[in-house]
């Protein structure tokens, strides 16, 4: 629809390399998956990116430092929003971003935050509502986060929160405290008599497990600490790029990871 408003061209690509066929300067809209699986092939050849805008999944410093290698003269801007609430904040990442951000809110949005840290969005961008229902005035999204001066910072999703021993963890916590301690990592919650739920992190190309347990003791609080430490070459994505804790944890119960 922008590129309809202003006038451009607009492609649908499904392979990185289409990039450098088209004339002109461009700017790519993509979920972050989508670039890190490409950057993964080191023989992208020079391209004509000016702007790159990234949505529908969190990129860690990390993640921002393997597409900038790879896409160095683009701008890059991350945006955070829902089907039901279109956008709600933005934020230029070229140079990377603060721990758990997902910038500053669009212009007329406002944001309020539920008893369990809910996001709750009031805005003229929401959806006009499902058929034969009330266009809703405010939106209660699936996501949990906090306020800091206009700036949003999210926790992850209320459906991926570990349940372990009464206390809620947010999976993504473990993920930035584990971030350079791997080369890829992902926490999920599995069903345990004991604690509701233990919580596992997947991992590629880990440090030792002894090491792993000195590293994060030091930088989460007890009750967030991994208990269950797994080792893979690839993490599965969803048919849309994305991650599926559920899925995993279905796969770790069908026995497909091996623990450290």
């Known amino acids: 629809m922008l590129a309809i408003y202003l006038g451009k061209k607009f492609y649908l690509i ?49 993640g921002i430092k393997k597409i900038k290698q790879q896409f160095s003269q683009a701008k890059l801007f991350e945006f955070y929003g829902s089907s039901e609430t279109s956008f709600i904040s933005w934020q230029d990442i070229t140079n990377g971003k603060f721990q ?14 539920g008893l369990q840290q809910e996001i709750i969005v009031t805005s003229p961008y ?19 986060g906090f306020l800091k001066k206009n700036h949003l910072f999210l926790l992850g999703r209320k459906a991926d929160l570990i349940d372990h021993g009464g206390n809620k963890v947010a999976p993504l916590e473990i993920e930035t405290a584990a971030s350079d301690l791997c080369q890829k990592c992902v926490a999920f919650g599995v069903e345990d008599q004991v604690y509701g739920q233990k919580i596992a992190l997947l991992m590629i190309k880990p440090i030792t497990k002894k090491q792993l347990q000195k590293k994060l003791a030091q930088r989460l ?17 969803t048919s849309n790029l994305k991650i599926s804790r559920s899925q995993l944890a279905q796969a770790y119960r069908n026995g497909e990871y091996d623990e450290i």
């Open 14 to 62: 499904d392979n990185i390399h289409q990039l450098n066929s088209l004339s002109g300067d461009a700017c790519l809209f993509s979920v972050p998956t989508f670039l890190l699986q490409s950057s993964n092939n080191h023989n992208i050849p020079p391209n004509n990116l000016r702007t790159i805008f990234l949505g529908g999944g969190t990129l860690t410093s990390q």
């Open 100 to 113: 758990f951000s997902a910038g500053q809110l669009f212009p007329n949005t406002q944001v309020s935050i």
């Open 126 to 144: 929401l959806f006009s509502g499902y058929l034969a229902q009330t266009p809703p005035k405010n939106w209660v999204t699936d996501d949990l």
């Open 221 to 237: 609080e007890k009750f967030k600490c991994p208990n269950i430490y797994l080792v893979t070459n690839e993490i599965p994505l």
